[in-house]
């Protein structure tokens, strides 16, 4: 398991390109045949992917943890960026579609990832918290959910937000995740941004072609920076930051939070006019 340690504000306003991506981007995940995870001093995030190819993959327990599985203290969030594919929780089988999420309680001994075939494997997405409480386990099909749009075309941002684990759906002890689709012709995320100081949040960029990028700003309102991600790629945000970013064509993210609060509309808003 990797390990990424988040820079604070001050140490922040001296960071350059490197250093930046360095503390704040992952670009190491998907990994075929693999299960790949990080651990971020920031709120005990473990952000992680497993994409099974010629067999199951098994959710291993690092020994940085100290438990006896990873989910001993833990809960996770899974969602499906890729083929057809199953994750079995303590010999229940749970089927998911592209784009289908579960949610894995604190407790859960085995989790061991499928792909249905292997010329269009599944690409299992990996968000876990610190859990001290226990939540049932639940397949939540993107199908079911409903969402909301936001933004417009006039302001390239017309977008589709659908929560996926939240308090008036799927629950958790502290996990709150979802997706955003952006029509074609809109390119523009969390635009105007906002912070919130109660939790961080965790963005991975999707369905980009290899051709384009995504320009992520990250920093204080007043001093922002930007990451230039291409796909599959994750960027961390600490309480402090804004998270937006503009697209050179339209795509998809998937954001995962963890903090004190649970409550989706606890933001601290950054108005367009006040960026610097």
Partial sequence: ??????????????MNTDELRSSFLIDSLFTQDSVELVYVDLDRTVIGSAVP????????????????????????GILNIGGRGSVDVDGDSFSLDNLDALYVGRGSSSVIFRSETSSNPAEFYLLSYPAHAKYATNLIRKSEQSSNTLGSQETANLRHITRLIHLDGARSCQLVMG????????????????????????????????????????????????LVIGNKQVVVSPGWSIHAGVGTRNYKFCWGMGGENQVYSDMDPAPVTELR
């Avoid at 599985?69 to 996770?76: D, G, H, N, Q, T």
């Avoid at 995320?189 to 960029?205: A, D, G, I, K, Q």
Wanted: net charge negative; glycine share 4%.
């Fill in 179 to 226: 997706m955003t689709e952006l029509d074609a012709g809109s390119v523009w995320n969390t635009m105007p941004p906002h912070t919130h100081r109660r939790r961080s949040e965790v963005y991975l960029y999707f369905d980009i072609p290899d051709a384009d990028r995504i320009i992520h700003l990250v920093g204080p309102p007043q001093q922002t920076r930007h």
């Fill in 53 to 76: 190819l010629h067999g199951p993959l098994t959710l291993p327990c690092p020994d940085e943890l100290r438990a006896t599985s990873f989910l001993e203290r833990r809960e996770l």
């Fill in 1 to 14: 398991m990797k390990f990424l340690e988040m820079p604070d504000s001050a140490r922040y306003e001296r």
